[in-house]
């Protein structure tokens, strides 16, 4: 079943992406050179997690060095107090040498683009039975948006307001009446659903149903007993590695393969400038060059990583352009238009 993309309007968690992946905050014990050292190497970790889409980055030998020169891909740095009165560095790091880096190595690079996960989440405690929303304070949002966060996985919670229980209860997402939850996502502005039923199956532990829903299908799992944190975050981390999979692009030295992409309606220079930043903003795209300009269209020539595909990908994530419906004309369409492809036929896209 396709995924409907529509309005926001649903409660965030977990939202990460821009230059934000290339910065994490992490506990010290103190001011030291040596705690600063090891925490550089503790941030540094979890953004090689984040755009690499590799758990433990530090455990596969071609990412390993890239661990050991952490110190000279710091932007910067500077050592906060926590809400318990402890202290945390927070480092940033050059995110172009970062990539650099990565794709030297030939491994894949997991980008800015990020797939906005809408999940439903239903939990049983022996009687206690309950949907996780977006405004829970029981501490399993947090738990959520803790592993999201390390991941850079942006999360979205249904609000749970007169509108979905109309559509949801409990007893849908236990029993995997999974369309009516799919019917009830349309709200969302969701690239992808995720849908967890936890159960505790002991003193102390908890055990997972996952179904992880995507444009091209649906995968399901099932995870051990765990605590509730661990059995919370494995779902996380399964939902991201499948993503990975799914949207890094290819690194090594090859440049990419050539497209041709047109972009009309460009009736402002202002027009023209944001859509050349937006492309250029892309993971996918290597190289950008301007073919024509003539009235409100012009045709860029563009090195892209992975093909195709990818950029469409790239661009189905973004919030900027969506691909036109079959049979709207351009001149019935407002704002820009791109139409992209190495051969005859160009599928056609224009601004949200």
């Not at 030291?32 to 979890?46: C, Q």
């Not at 455990?59 to 318990?84: F, N």
């Not at 045709?299 to 990818?310: A, N, V, W």
């Amino acid at each position: 079943m396709a995924l409907c993309v529509l309005a926001m309007s649903s409660a965030a968690a977990g939202e990460i992406g821009g230059s934000a992946l290339y910065e994490a905050r992490v506990a010290v014990d103190d001011r030291s050179a040596d705690a600063r050292r090891g925490g550089i190497r503790e941030a540094g970790i979890i953004v090689l997690a984040r755009i690499t889409g590799e758990r433990d980055p530090q455990e596969h030998p071609e990412l390993s060095a890239i661990v050991d020169e952490l110190q000279s891909l710091v932007s910067r740095y500077s050592i906060e107090t926590d809400d318990d009165d402890g202290l945390a560095l927070r480092v940033r790091f050059d995110a172009d040498a970062m990539d650099r880096e990565v794709r030297a190595t030939g491994h894949a690079l997991w980008g800015r683009e990020r797939p906005r996960t809408l999940v439903w989440l239903a939990m049983r405690d022996g009687g206690d039975r309950r949907l996780v929303r977006g405004d829970d304070g029981s501490g399993v949002l947090a738990e959520l948006t803790e592993t999201a966060h390390r991941r850079g996985l942006p999360l979205l919670f249904p609000l749970m307001d007169l509108e979905d229980r109309a559509k949801v209860d409990f007893a849908d997402i236990w029993g995997g009446f999974d369309d009516q939850v799919l019917e009830a996502s349309a709200r969302y502005n969701a690239n992808a659903i995720l849908i967890g039923r936890l159960e505790r199956s002991g003193s102390n532990a908890w055990s997972g149903r996952w179904t992880l829903y995507q444009p091209d299908g649906a995968v399901r799992w099932r995870g051990s007993p765990e605590p509730r944190r661990q059995a919370l975050a494995e779902g996380l981390h399964e939902t991201a590695d499948r993503m990975a999979l799914r949207f890094a692009v290819d690194g090594g030295p090859d440049g990419g393969d050539g497209l041709k992409l047109r972009v009309r309606g460009l009736n402002e220079l202002e027009d023209y400038v944001a859509v050349e930043r937006y492309l250029q903003s892309l993971t996918p795209v290597e190289q950008l060059r301007l073919e024509s300009l003539e009235r409100d269209t012009a045709i860029f020539l563009i090195q892209s990583r992975g093909g195709l595909r990818t950029l469409e990908q790239a661009i189905e994530l973004g919030d900027r352009l969506v691909r036109a419906e079959s049979g709207e004309q351009s001149a019935e369409l407002r704002g820009t238009l791109v139409e992209m492809s190495p051969v005859e036929a160009l599928p056609t896209y224009r601004l949200r």
